[in-house]
């Protein structure tokens, strides 16, 4: 049981939060007729095996608002020599903004030595978002999305994350508290929003995705216990109805609108509680990678925009 005390000291600070000045980049006005942004999260044609500079012209090129790449492959520009300065450039220029990005960092685990390692590679891979225009980051539930060990206690998680958050105020960039549907903790929309309510931070806030709502077994009706400024970026997909939920995994995610998720009616009502943020279009499906990148990418927006205009037709 949690303590009657420590849930209306989680209640407390997530009201507390949700009017806080958002310190992240990539909140300009989307493009076109609707009220929230698109991006496309690089895992999407991860298996074409685009540079980062590719990924952004692929990006730029279909149409998308901003960027959501994977820290690795900024990583591997800058150690095969690329500017950081240049790539900002280059994604400006575009006219993209990088709304959030993916990383790894183990801010979670229970081994100190270890969580300390962790905190200093999320400091490391904050920069390099830093670096390139972005103001946010994943922090999915790394160091504890194994079934074989038992994971922390919720009071105990939203202290590191708090950690991690106070590592985020050093470099200017936010970590969003990331949903795992297969994690044995973090997979539960209560847990996380137990964990960014319990970490009293002004910037605390989620990551939502359609995919592991569904996968942790999640009743979408919780989503609207979330306040919507808390949630800046949301994973945008679709699953099919086979395989069943106990072996669907992320290669099973398909574009929006060709699953069973009934992402229109999910959609309106975030979008009645407030949420103005960016749909992130974030697959891994192998059929889509040996497509053309180009194809798959224009294909998605399309999609994407198009539950969501879905959404928004006028009820009866």
């Known amino acids: 049981m949690i303590p009657r005390r420590d849930l209306l000291i989680a209640a407390t600070a997530m009201t507390a939060a949700s009017f806080s000045q958002k310190k992240a980049e990539g909140a300009a006005h989307p493009r076109g007729d609707l009220p929230v942004r698109f991006a496309l999260n690089t895992s999407t044609v991860r298996g074409q095996k685009l540079t980062i500079e590719e990924q952004v012209d692929l990006t730029a090129n279909a149409g998308y608002d901003g960027i959501e790449p994977w820290i690795r492959d900024i ?70 999305h194994r079934g074989d ?103 099973h995610r398909v574009f929006p609108g060709d699953g069973v998720c009934p992402l229109p009616t999910l959609i309106r009502q975030l979008i009645d509680h407030g949420f103005t943020g960016t749909f992130s279009l974030e697959l891994f499906n192998p059929e889509y990678w040996e497509r053309n990148p180009a194809d798959v990418a224009s294909e998605g927006l399309r999609k994407s925009r198009a539950v969501v205009q879905a959404a928004l037709q006028p009820t009866s």
């Open 149 to 251: 060990s038992t994971p922390p206690p919720l009071p105990v998680i939203a202290e590191r994350y708090r950690a991690l958050l106070e590592v985020g105020d050093k470099v200017g960039v936010v970590p969003q508290l990331e949903l795992w549907g297969f994690s044995p903790t973090l997979s539960k929309l209560s847990e996380l929003a137990y964990v960014a309510a319990g970490a009293g931070h002004p910037d605390a806030c989620v990551l939502p995705d359609f995919y592991h709502i569904y996968k942790g077994g999640n009743d979408f009706s919780s989503l609207g216990m979330i306040e919507a400024s808390r949630m800046h970026c949301f994973h945008m997909n679709d699953y099919p109805a086979d395989p069943p939920l106990a072996e669907i995994a992320d290669k």
């Open 75 to 144: 990583q591997k520009y800058v150690d095969d020599g690329g500017s950081l300065s240049d790539l900002k450039k280059k994604i400006a220029d575009h006219g993209l903004t990088v709304d959030s990005a993916i990383g790894f960092a183990n801010w979670i685990v229970d081994d100190a030595d270890a969580r300390a390692k962790g905190l200093e590679q999320a400091k490391e891979e904050m920069a390099l978002v830093k670096a390139i225009g972005g103001g946010r980051v994943a922090a999915p539930p790394v160091g504890a």
